[in-house]
């Protein structure tokens, strides 16, 4: 089990909220609501820099398709090397998905 430095009630109220989401037409009304543009805007940019560096993707190309920062492309690349597994577990998880629809 995975043990997150995050952990908390309000943390897990906030993720079974997430959980309970049926279709993107809610994700979007949830999302929406929730955060700033600003704010989904970045962790739009974060997923979309995880599935470049994920498809081996330079620096130089990520930060052209994104308008990345290098510092943005570098977290992200480190929390791919590093991190949870949390984006490594969806962009498998996704190409699977991908894989099953053809």
């Known amino acids: 089990m ?3 430095k995050f952990k908390s009630i309000e943390t897990d109220d906030l ?8 279709n993107e037409e809610e994700c979007y009304r ?6 700033t543009i600003k704010e989904l805007q970045a962790i739009t940019q974060r997923w979309q820099v ?7 993707k330079t620096y130089g190309e990520i ?7 290098a510092a943005t492309i570098s977290r992200v690349n480190k929390c791919l090397q590093y991190g949870a597994a949390g984006y490594t577990a969806v962009l ?3 190409k699977e998905g991908i894989t099953d629809e053809k």
């Open 2 to 4: 995975y043990d997150s």
């Open 15 to 22: 993720f079974a909220a997430i959980l309970s989401l049926e």
């Open 30 to 35: 949830f999302f929406e609501d929730l955060m």
């Open 50 to 56: 995880a599935r470049m560096l994920d498809e081996k």
């Open 63 to 69: 930060e052209a398709a994104t308008k990345a920062s």
């Open 92 to 94: 498998k998880r996704m």
